[in-house]
């Protein structure tokens, strides 16, 4: 649910806000809804782990700049399948690196979201080539029609 509301709030600052602000909201919001459970589990990093953390940050960061940018260019709504195929990628490289063994719901719930996933893309691109010749059509149409100019009441 947070994940979604961070969305929608990027959404409604990326229109009004500079990117560095909504880059640094979305930072702080993040922190502060995850710090109380952070504080009851934290352990000290060690050395070795800091650039690795460090990583995570510019990544994210990356990732997050990338989101917003493409907020100013499609709806929130056509961003989600990408966002949503996220925790089956995150799935994977724990796997791949880690040697973590999915849970059975993490898998049922990769059943669901790639077939969605895909779904939602062939529906998108379907509906963008559908509405590419009607705004043609309406183009040509435009140009074919003299401009009428309206007398001027008296």
């Avoid at 929608?8 to 560095?20: A, D, F, G, R």
């Avoid at 999915?102 to 990769?110: E, I, K, R």
């Amino acid at each position: 649910m947070c994940f979604a509301m961070l969305d929608i709030m990027n959404k409604k600052w990326s229109v009004s806000e500079p990117l560095t602000c909504t880059l640094f909201y979305g930072s702080v919001a993040t922190a502060l809804l995850s710090a109380p459970l952070a504080l009851t589990t934290w352990t000290p990093l060690a050395s070795s782990q800091l650039g690795l953390f460090a990583l995570l940050g510019v990544g994210a960061n990356l990732l997050l700049y990338c989101l917003i940018r493409s907020f100013r260019y499609v709806d929130a709504s056509a961003t989600c399948p990408y966002r949503y195929t996220e925790f089956v990628l995150s799935a994977i490289v724990g796997f791949l690196v880690f040697g973590e063994k999915p849970l059975a719901s993490t898998l049922l719930g990769s059943c669901i979201i790639l077939p969605s996933v895909v779904y939602c893309a062939l529906c998108e691109t379907r509906a963008g080539q559908s509405s590419e010749p009607e705004a043609q059509e309406g183009d040509e149409k435009a140009e074919a029609e003299p401009a009428v100019e309206a007398e001027p009441a008296a």
